[in-house]
């Protein structure tokens, strides 16, 4: 895997800089003038490398970017994401040395990420969004995954894992979106997704999944939205097992071997409202139904 440097250079000066709105004020400081006792109450520290970028964070109450260098002091209600750099990807044990408040995003995508490196991140409880995408993790790493037990939306895009780690992540209580795409995932290890209660968002595209699959899929209790698309062994056999689904709203099944007379038998599911398909016998078509 090829990783892009994402350079930034940040000069801390001396003494305290304002960079949010006053009503969600960042003090950027240095560590001398940051004893243990010395922030206030309400206030939380956000310790990150002096030495080089950790990566960029971004604070869900609207405010700017900022360097994720040195140590920010931020109220204890803040809500922030992380996008880690590439010198932040080649040493994410200093994620450790944030408590895991505050943090609700982050994306490791495109580093060469491995399973023993999620362990640095077992600890973020709070973590709700997590972006694994082109990485180097296994069905192993999940393991370490699914101790994120706030978590809510994974993104596995170009990774190494296959359906067996569904066995792994089938018990996070609150995972709504997850995406699979571009993965050695077959049918093996499906069966277990229908222990997702509350998955409601679930990309197979490009997997190696048949018709099989779709019978697991069918038995998921509040999935709304489903991609299966450029996968040949997916068939007008599989399409029997999507009719009843109660709340399936949206579905791709482009670039598979399912036929016109299936579209047609498709449209007749009620709570379908868009249907995205094309294969040899149609054109490319995204219906709004």
């Given at each position: ?31 001398e003038s940051?004893a243990e ?235 379908l409202k ?16």
């Amino acid at each position: 895997m090829i990783s892009s440097h994402r350079s930034i250079s940040f000069a801390v000066s001396i003494g305290i800089l304002t960079a949010l709105a006053p009503s969600a004020s960042l003090l950027l400081a240095s560590p001398e003038s940051l004893a243990e006792n010395s922030v206030a109450s309400g206030q939380m520290r956000l310790t990150f490398p002096e030495s080089y970028s950790f990566g960029r964070v971004h604070f869900r109450n609207g405010s700017k970017e900022v360097p994720a260098r040195g140590t920010l002091v931020v109220p204890s209600a803040t809500t922030f994401e992380l996008a880690v750099s590439y010198e932040g990807a080649q040493h994410l044990a200093a994620v450790r040395k944030l408590s895991g408040k505050g943090l609700a995003r982050l994306n490791l995508r495109r580093f060469e990420i491995s399973d023993q490196q999620l362990k640095h991140i077992e600890h973020l409880y709070e973590l709700d969004s997590l972006d694994l995408s082109e990485t180097d993790v296994t069905d192993k790493g999940m393991a370490s995954v699914a101790k994120l037990r706030n978590l809510q939306s994974l993104n596995l895009r170009s990774t190494l894992v296959t359906g067996k780690c569904i066995s792994k992540l089938k018990d996070l209580p609150r995972l709504a979106s997850l995406i699979l795409e571009v993965t050695s995932t077959a049918d093996e290890g499906l069966d277990d997704l229908p222990s997702m209660k509350n998955l409601i968002d679930l990309s197979l595209t490009r997997t190696s999944i048949s018709d099989k699959a779709l019978k697991s899929i069918s038995k998921m209790p509040k999935l709304t939205k489903l991609s299966v698309a450029f996968n040949s062994r997916i068939t007008d056999s599989g399409m029997k097992y999507l009719s009843g689904m109660r709340y399936l709203t949206e579905l791709s099944i482009a670039n598979t071997d399912v036929t016109t007379a299936s579209i047609n038998s498709l449209k007749r599911i009620r709570s379908l409202k868009r249907l995205i398909y094309s294969s040899n016998q149609f054109s490319d078509r995204d219906v709004i139904l």
